[in-house]
């Protein structure tokens, strides 16, 4: 960790200083937090300084500032704050945690994310989307019956539930996707805060938010308990899944099993940090192959060239390198995660600009991948920018949408692997058109879902 002396310190960030502006800074924030986050880049620069009240933010938009906290400096920069509203539902997980205990915790689920044990996920995350789109094939049509289209967000959600289930808890998770479903929707919409005085005020007061995140929270408690129950009382012997996993590791401190409550709260995590951000960034690539109907039909060409008419198979995987990159161009202009809190442990030197120890440091691949000094025309989509001979031009950490550094998201792989499989499966049998009044405004939560979903109309390709 480097160590700056007073001497050192550089400049404070420019923004929009003063208590005067405080006010509206915050309703901006509650209105539009991507938006916010980039028209002040355009204002004032590459790292800015955002008053809101009891919290003041440090914005850093350049991949070396990027490199900096995620990577060259990362052990100066914790979780902190920003995470605190995530441990209403994932409690002590792997995403909340820092130091020894995050080692810990990433040690004893290491085995089920290596390169070998993803490969092995494909046969399922292949079962998982066919069982949808033969069921929208039986109907004749994908998500709509008309002109007016169908949210294609519910179903992928049902699928990399569907996937996610079997793979980490050896449990078919279809008799819960509703009731899950609300319950996440209510979960992921708690854990962004918005700056809004409900959301200070202590959870065990009887309001009707926080009973209704709590019975969010009891929703998902329930089906995870029942999970580990099953696990326990033998039900899934000798299953190579997380949750058996967890429940034959121990504690490194005490040697102890971990208890039901560690194990909940690592549940938790993958639960929700493995479908919803997988899900929303399918139905966005949908949009953007409807969209874009020169990509939907370079994407035809190379399905139809690889899979042959017949159901994917792992080593089809490597030969989908324009979907890849399709994948890649929706992940730079929709990332899983749009914005990384970090808290500052010490005082520090960001390219030149002081962030005071305590302090929140806001990493935004929302803005970092649409910055135009690495990225051309960057609202426009273009998957050929991720052509393998255009990706060494530019800085590594100006495409970051899993983070990077140590803490570079476990799961990365697997939701790639869901990702590249689900969306040549739905290419391959179906065409995918944009319908009259579809709209995507931004609904702020952890991911960028859009609020009124994503209407699309699909039909079944003839060939």
């Not at 079962?127 to 049509?141: D, K």
């Not at 007016?148 to 279809?174: H, N």
């Amino acid at each position: 960790m480097t160590t700056i002396t007073p001497t050192a310190l550089g400049k404070v960030p420019p923004g929009p200083l003063g208590a005067h502006r405080i006010p509206g800074n915050v309703k901006a924030l509650q209105q539009n937090a991507p938006r916010l986050f980039d028209d002040l880049r355009r204002e004032y620069g590459d790292m800015v300084r955002l008053p809101l009240g009891l919290l003041t933010a440090n914005l850093a938009y350049h991949p070396t500032a990027v490199k900096h906290v995620l990577q060259d400096n990362n052990a100066n920069y914790i979780r902190g704050i920003g995470y605190e509203r995530f441990k209403i539902f994932m409690g002590l997980g792997l995403l909340t945690t820092d130091g020894a205990e995050w080692r810990t915790r990433r040690r004893i689920v290491n085995p089920l994310f290596h390169r070998s044990a993803i490969d092995a996920m494909a046969d399922t995350m292949v079962a998982a989307t066919a069982e949808v789109l033969e069921r929208w094939e039986s109907a004749g049509h994908g998500p709509g019956r008309d002109d007016s289209g169908g949210d294609v967000v519910p179903d992928m959600m049902r699928i990399t539930l569907g996937a996610l289930g079997r793979i980490m808890f050896d449990t078919d998770l279809e008799p819960h996707q509703e009731p899950v479903g609300v319950a996440m929707q209510t979960a992921i919409e708690a854990m962004v805060f918005r700056g809004t005085v409900v959301q200070l005020l202590p959870s065990w007061l009887p309001f009707p938010y926080n009973r209704r995140v709590a019975a969010a929270r009891d929703t998902m408690y329930d089906v995870v308990t029942r999970i580990i129950t099953a696990h326990r009382e033998g039900d899934h012997a000798g299953r190579p899944d997380l949750v058996n996993l967890l429940l034959e590791s121990e504690d490194e401190e005490t040697g102890r099993p971990l208890t039901d409550e560690n194990v909940r709260d690592e549940l938790m995590t993958v639960f929700m940090a493995g479908h919803e951000t997988t899900g929303t960034g399918l139905a966005w690539a949908l949009y953007e192959l409807a969209a874009n109907p020169d990509a939907q039909e370079r994407m035809f060409e190379e399905v139809d060239a690889v899979f042959g008419g017949r159901a994917p198979e792992l080593a089809d995987v490597a030969k989908l390198e324009y979907t890849k990159m399709v994948t890649d161009e929706t992940l730079r202009l929709h990332p899983p995660i749009w914005v990384y809190p970090r808290e500052a442990v010490a005082d520090d030197l960001v390219d030149g600009w002081h962030i005071p120890a305590g302090e929140c440091l806001f990493l935004s691949p929302y803005v970092t991948h649409r910055h135009p000094d690495f990225w051309t025309e960057p609202t426009r989509f273009d998957p050929d920018r991720f052509d393998p001979a255009q990706q060494t031009k530019r800085p590594k950490f100006a495409f970051f949408p899993f983070g990077g550094g140590q803490r570079q998201c476990i799961g990365n792989s697997m939701a790639l692997l869901q990702t590249h499989l689900t969306l040549a499966m739905i290419v391959s049998r179906f065409r995918i058109e944009t319908v009259p009044g579809t709209t995507t405004d931004l609904a702020t939560l952890v991911s960028l879902r859009p609020a009124d979903g994503i209407r699309l109309r699909l039909t079944p390709r003839t060939r």
